[in-house]
Protein backbone atom coordinates (compact mmCIF):
# COMPACT_ATOMS: atom_id res chain seq x y z
CA UNK A 1 0.00 0.00 0.00
CA UNK A 2 1.21 3.61 -0.53
CA UNK A 3 1.95 5.97 2.26
CA UNK A 4 -1.85 8.36 1.64
CA UNK A 5 -3.62 4.92 2.05
CA UNK A 6 -2.10 3.99 5.00
CA UNK A 7 -2.06 6.86 6.53
CA UNK A 8 -5.97 7.24 6.07
CA UNK A 9 -6.34 3.25 7.29
CA UNK A 10 -4.21 4.89 10.23
CA UNK A 11 -6.99 7.72 11.11
CA UNK A 12 -9.62 5.51 10.91
CA UNK A 13 -7.91 3.43 13.60
CA UNK A 14 -7.29 0.05 11.36
CA UNK A 15 -3.58 -0.68 13.00
CA UNK A 16 -2.34 -2.53 15.72
CA UNK A 17 1.18 -1.42 15.45
CA UNK A 18 3.75 -0.53 13.12
CA UNK A 19 6.87 -2.80 12.42
CA UNK A 20 10.39 -2.20 11.02
CA UNK A 21 12.22 -5.41 10.22
CA UNK A 22 15.75 -5.32 8.06
CA UNK A 23 15.37 -6.25 4.69
CA UNK A 24 19.34 -7.86 4.46
CA UNK A 25 22.02 -6.60 6.77
CA UNK A 26 23.05 -4.52 4.23
CA UNK A 27 20.60 -3.28 2.25
CA UNK A 28 18.16 -1.05 4.83
CA UNK A 29 14.61 -1.85 6.44
CA UNK A 30 11.33 -1.89 5.49
CA UNK A 31 7.96 -1.13 7.45
CA UNK A 32 5.19 -3.57 7.85
CA UNK A 33 1.93 -2.32 9.23
CA UNK A 34 -0.51 -4.59 11.87
CA UNK A 35 -4.09 -4.32 11.64
CA UNK A 36 -6.05 -5.53 14.29
CA UNK A 37 -7.20 -8.97 12.38
CA UNK A 38 -3.42 -9.70 12.44
CA UNK A 39 -3.08 -8.90 8.86
CA UNK A 40 0.06 -7.52 7.94
CA UNK A 41 0.69 -4.68 5.06
CA UNK A 42 3.43 -3.20 3.59
CA UNK A 43 4.69 0.51 2.48
CA UNK A 44 5.38 0.93 -1.35
CA UNK A 45 7.16 3.03 -3.24
CA UNK A 46 4.51 5.52 -4.65
CA UNK A 47 4.87 4.43 -8.46
CA UNK A 48 5.42 0.62 -8.38
CA UNK A 49 4.08 -2.48 -6.11
CA UNK A 50 7.56 -2.56 -5.07
CA UNK A 51 8.13 -2.61 -1.00
CA UNK A 52 9.69 0.79 -0.07
CA UNK A 53 13.19 0.20 1.17
CA UNK A 54 14.76 2.64 3.72
CA UNK A 55 18.65 2.96 3.86
CA UNK A 56 18.49 3.99 7.89
CA UNK A 57 15.87 2.98 11.16
CA UNK A 58 15.97 6.70 11.19
CA UNK A 59 14.29 7.07 8.12
CA UNK A 60 12.00 4.36 8.44
CA UNK A 61 10.82 5.78 11.47
CA UNK A 62 10.28 8.96 10.31
CA UNK A 63 8.26 7.86 8.13
CA UNK A 64 5.90 5.86 10.85
CA UNK A 65 6.32 9.19 12.75
CA UNK A 66 4.89 11.11 9.62
CA UNK A 67 1.88 8.79 9.30
CA UNK A 68 0.91 9.09 12.68
CA UNK A 69 2.56 6.19 14.99
CA UNK A 70 4.04 7.46 18.52
CA UNK A 71 5.98 3.94 18.46
CA UNK A 72 7.63 1.69 16.43
CA UNK A 73 8.53 -2.63 17.04
CA UNK A 74 11.53 -3.50 15.87
CA UNK A 75 12.58 -6.60 14.99
CA UNK A 76 15.52 -8.28 14.56
CA UNK A 77 15.41 -12.03 13.67
CA UNK A 78 14.16 -12.96 17.54
CA UNK A 79 15.54 -9.58 18.70
CA UNK A 80 12.25 -7.37 19.39
CA UNK A 81 12.03 -4.04 21.24
CA UNK A 82 10.17 -1.06 20.78
CA UNK A 83 11.42 2.84 19.89
CA UNK A 84 9.48 6.68 20.85
CA UNK A 85 9.56 7.99 17.21
CA UNK A 86 10.25 11.54 17.49
Request: aromatic share 8%.
Given at each position: MQEKEIRLLFKA???ESCQATPIAMSRGWTLKF?????????????RSNTEREFKSLD???A???RIGF???NVQIGELQWREKVS
Open positions: GVFITRDKEVLTLNLQGAAVAKDWL
